[in-house]
C-alpha cells in the first residue's frame, strides 16, 4: 500500500511538472513571437537615430594647425555679384547661413554650385568676432539626382550644400564669416560673410521665384499672380531676377519699394559669361538652367528659415484651396512631413497675349484629367523638415528616418492650377497626352474674384499716382 501510494505521488509530480513546462514553453514561445513582431519599431528607429546622431559627431571633425591664422589679411566677399568663386578650385559659392534647427548643433550652411562631379575634402575655416579660427571638415551634399539626366556626359555646374558644424564656442564668440580650401591648414585669402536674415518676423509662407527669363513685359501679370498670393496666404516673396523687360523690372522696383518687408529681388547670373551657349545645343542649355534653378530655390530656402513653409512656384502657378479657403486653413494638422504636395492641373491658355491683360480668371479651362501624383505638383515646404529642395519638393531631409517624407493632398482639397501656352515635350514627354486630352470648364478660382479685384485696381492706382501705367 505504501510503495502505491509512493507511485501515485510520483505520477501526480510528474504530470504537475510537465503541465508546468509546457505552459512555460508556451510562455516563451509567445512571449519570444510577441519579440520577434513588436519590438521592430523601436529597434529601427534607435538604429536610424543612433546613425542620425553619429552623423552630427562626424560633422563636428575639427582640426588644429600649427600655423594659426586670422582673417586680417583676407578679403570680403562682393555683394554685387551673385557668385564667389573659391580660390584654386571650380566651387562657388552664393550664400552662408547659420542654421540652428538642431539644437544644440548649429551649422553654417552654404549654398553654390561644383563644375562637374566632386570627390575631394572641404574644410571650413570658421573666423569668430574675436578674431579666431577654427576648422572643421565640412560636408557636401549634392542637390541633383543623377537619375534626372542619367544618359547626359556633359560638364554641368552642380548645385551642392555645403555643411560646416560649428564647434563650441566661449563666452560671447561667435561666428562671422568662413572660408573653404582643400587642405585644413590652407591660409584662405576669401572668406564669406554669414548672411544675416532680411526678414526677422516669423512667417507662415515664403514664395520662392526662380530666376525670371522673360523677353515680353509681364508686369500686369506679375501684379495679378502677386496679389492673388498674397490673398490666398503668400506674406513674402522671394524672386530672382535675370532677364525682363524694362517695364517690368521697373513693376518690381517699385512693389520692393512700396512693400519693402514682402518682396526681396535678387538678380541673378550664371557662373560663365555663357559665351559658348550658341554651340550647345537646346536641350544642354535646358538642363544647366535647371540646376541654376535648384541652386536659386535653396538659396531662398535657406535665407527664409523664418517662414514656417516656402513655396517654390512659377508666375504661371497658383495653389489653388478648393475644400478650403486659404492656404493656412489647408496645411492645418496635415502632420510633421518635409512636403505637402499639391496635384498639377494644366489650363493651357488660348490667347497668345495672356501676359498683357488679367487671364487667371478669364482661362477657366483645363485639362479633365489631372497630372498623376508626383508629376510637375509643388508642394509647401516645411522649413523645420528639409535640408535641400528642388523645384517640385523637399529633396533631402533634415532628418532622416525621424520625420516623413511627403503627404499628398486630395485633389478634392487642392490643386495647383498651372496656366500654360504649351509645355515641352523634351523634357517632359508627356506633354503630348495632357495637350490632346480632353478639358472641362474649371472656375474654383472664381471664389476669389471680388476680393482679388478689389485688391487688385487699388494696387493699379497707387502705380497711377508713383506715375506708372503698366497698361
Given at each position: 500500500m505504501i510503495l502505491k501510494a509512493y507511485w501515485t505521488v510520483l505520477v501526480i509530480v510528474f504530470i504537475g511538472l510537465t503541465v508546468y513546462f509546457n505552459i512555460s514553453t508556451l510562455l516563451v514561445v509567445d512571449e519570444e513571437k510577441n519579440l520577434a513582431v513588436k519590438p521592430l519599431v523601436l529597434p529601427v528607429k534607435k538604429i536610424m537615430a543612433y546613425s542620425f546622431n553619429k552623423q552630427i559627431e562626424l560633422d563636428g571633425?575639427?582640426?588644429?594647425?600649427?600655423?594659426?591664422?586670422?582673417?586680417?589679411?583676407?578679403?570680403?566677399?562682393?555683394?554685387?555679384?551673385?557668385?564667389?568663386?573659391?580660390?584654386?578650385?571650380?566651387?562657388?559659392?552664393?550664400?552662408?547661413?547659420l542654421d540652428e534647427r538642431l539644437e544644440p548643433y548649429s551649422y553654417l550652411r552654404i549654398v553654390g554650385a561644383m563644375k562637374g562631379s566632386w570627390n575631394?575634402?572641404?574644410?571650413?575655416?570658421?573666423?569668430?568676432?574675436?578674431?579666431?579660427v577654427r576648422i572643421i571638415k565640412s560636408t557636401v551634399t549634392p542637390i541633383w539626382y543623377e537619375k534626372w539626366d542619367m544618359n547626359d556626359n556633359n560638364t554641368y555646374y552642380n548645385p551642392v550644400l555645403i555643411s560646416c558644424r560649428l564647434p563650441g564656442f566661449i563666452n560671447s564668440s561667435k561666428p562671422t564669416s568662413v572660408a573653404l580650401s582643400k587642405n585644413p591648414c590652407q591660409s584662405s585669402h576669401k572668406y564669406l560673410e554669414i548672411a544675416k536674415p532680411k526678414v526677422i518676423r516669423k512667417l507662415n509662407f515664403t514664395l520662392c521665384v526662380k530666376p525670371l527669363n522673360f523677353a515680353q513685359d509681364i508686369s500686369g501679370h506679375l501684379v495679378e499672380w502677386i496679389e492673388m498670393s498674397r490673398i490666398l496666404g503668400a506674406q513674402y516673396f522671394h524672386i530672382f531676377v535675370q532677364n525682363v523687360t524694362k517695364s517690368t523690372r521697373r513693376l518690381l522696383k517699385w512693389y520692393k519699394h512700396r512693400y519693402p518687408n514682402m518682396i526681396n529681388l535678387e538678380d541673378f547670373s550664371p557662373v560663365d559669361s555663357c559665351n559658348s551657349c550658341t554651340k550647345r545645343n537646346y536641350l544642354q542649355q535646358t538642363w544647366q538652367r535647371r540646376r541654376y534653378e535648384v541652386v536659386t530655390y535653396n538659396k531662398c530656402f535657406y535665407s527664409n528659415l523664418n517662414s514656417q513653409f516656402i513655396v517654390p512656384l512659377d508666375v504661371d502657378e497658383i495653389i489653388v484651396p478648393k475644400s478650403v479657403r486659404t492656404w493656412q486653413d489647408l496645411v492645418q494638422n496635415r502632420g510633421n512631413y518635409s512636403s505637402l504636395i499639391i496635384q498639377n492641373v494644366y489650363f493651357f491658355a488660348r490667347s497668345k497675349n495672356r501676359f498683357n491683360r488679367p487671364f487667371f480668371l478669364n482661362e477657366n479651362r483645363r485639362n479633365k484629367v489631372p497630372n498623376q501624383k508626383g508629376e510637375n505638383g509643388k508642394s509647401f515646404i516645411s522649413t523645420k523638415n528639409t535640408l535641400t529642395v528642388f523645384n517640385h519638393y523637399a529633396l533631402q531631409l533634415l532628418r532622416p528616418g525621424v520625420i516623413k517624407d511627403y503627404y499628398f493632398m486630395q485633389f478634392t482639397d487642392a490643386q495647383l492650377n498651372h496656366y500654360k501656352a504649351s509645355c515641352n515635350s523634351e523634357i517632359f514627354p508627356e506633354c503630348a497626352k495632357y495637350l490632346s486630352s480632353p478639358t472641362i470648364i474649371d472656375d474654383i478660382i472664381s471664389r476669389y474674384k471680388n476680393e482679388f479685384y478689389l485688391r487688385y485696381h487699388k494696387v493699379l492706382n497707387r502705380m497711377k499716382n508713383d506715375g506708372i501705367n503698366i497698361f
Amino acid at each position: 500500500m505504501i510503495l502505491k501510494a509512493y507511485w501515485t505521488v510520483l505520477v501526480i509530480v510528474f504530470i504537475g511538472l510537465t503541465v508546468y513546462f509546457n505552459i512555460s514553453t508556451l510562455l516563451v514561445v509567445d512571449e519570444e513571437k510577441n519579440l520577434a513582431v513588436k519590438p521592430l519599431v523601436l529597434p529601427v528607429k534607435k538604429i536610424m537615430a543612433y546613425s542620425f546622431n553619429k552623423q552630427i559627431e562626424l560633422d563636428g571633425k575639427e582640426f588644429v594647425c600649427e600655423n594659426r591664422f586670422s582673417k586680417n589679411n583676407a578679403s570680403g566677399l562682393n555683394e554685387a555679384k551673385f557668385w564667389s568663386k573659391v580660390a584654386d578650385m571650380e566651387v562657388y559659392v552664393t550664400s552662408v547661413t547659420l542654421d540652428e534647427r538642431l539644437e544644440p548643433y548649429s551649422y553654417l550652411r552654404i549654398v553654390g554650385a561644383m563644375k562637374g562631379s566632386w570627390n575631394a575634402t572641404l574644410y571650413c575655416q570658421i573666423s569668430t568676432n574675436d578674431d579666431n579660427v577654427r576648422i572643421i571638415k565640412s560636408t557636401v551634399t549634392p542637390i541633383w539626382y543623377e537619375k534626372w539626366d542619367m544618359n547626359d556626359n556633359n560638364t554641368y555646374y552642380n548645385p551642392v550644400l555645403i555643411s560646416c558644424r560649428l564647434p563650441g564656442f566661449i563666452n560671447s564668440s561667435k561666428p562671422t564669416s568662413v572660408a573653404l580650401s582643400k587642405n585644413p591648414c590652407q591660409s584662405s585669402h576669401k572668406y564669406l560673410e554669414i548672411a544675416k536674415p532680411k526678414v526677422i518676423r516669423k512667417l507662415n509662407f515664403t514664395l520662392c521665384v526662380k530666376p525670371l527669363n522673360f523677353a515680353q513685359d509681364i508686369s500686369g501679370h506679375l501684379v495679378e499672380w502677386i496679389e492673388m498670393s498674397r490673398i490666398l496666404g503668400a506674406q513674402y516673396f522671394h524672386i530672382f531676377v535675370q532677364n525682363v523687360t524694362k517695364s517690368t523690372r521697373r513693376l518690381l522696383k517699385w512693389y520692393k519699394h512700396r512693400y519693402p518687408n514682402m518682396i526681396n529681388l535678387e538678380d541673378f547670373s550664371p557662373v560663365d559669361s555663357c559665351n559658348s551657349c550658341t554651340k550647345r545645343n537646346y536641350l544642354q542649355q535646358t538642363w544647366q538652367r535647371r540646376r541654376y534653378e535648384v541652386v536659386t530655390y535653396n538659396k531662398c530656402f535657406y535665407s527664409n528659415l523664418n517662414s514656417q513653409f516656402i513655396v517654390p512656384l512659377d508666375v504661371d502657378e497658383i495653389i489653388v484651396p478648393k475644400s478650403v479657403r486659404t492656404w493656412q486653413d489647408l496645411v492645418q494638422n496635415r502632420g510633421n512631413y518635409s512636403s505637402l504636395i499639391i496635384q498639377n492641373v494644366y489650363f493651357f491658355a488660348r490667347s497668345k497675349n495672356r501676359f498683357n491683360r488679367p487671364f487667371f480668371l478669364n482661362e477657366n479651362r483645363r485639362n479633365k484629367v489631372p497630372n498623376q501624383k508626383g508629376e510637375n505638383g509643388k508642394s509647401f515646404i516645411s522649413t523645420k523638415n528639409t535640408l535641400t529642395v528642388f523645384n517640385h519638393y523637399a529633396l533631402q531631409l533634415l532628418r532622416p528616418g525621424v520625420i516623413k517624407d511627403y503627404y499628398f493632398m486630395q485633389f478634392t482639397d487642392a490643386q495647383l492650377n498651372h496656366y500654360k501656352a504649351s509645355c515641352n515635350s523634351e523634357i517632359f514627354p508627356e506633354c503630348a497626352k495632357y495637350l490632346s486630352s480632353p478639358t472641362i470648364i474649371d472656375d474654383i478660382i472664381s471664389r476669389y474674384k471680388n476680393e482679388f479685384y478689389l485688391r487688385y485696381h487699388k494696387v493699379l492706382n497707387r502705380m497711377k499716382n508713383d506715375g506708372i501705367n503698366i497698361f
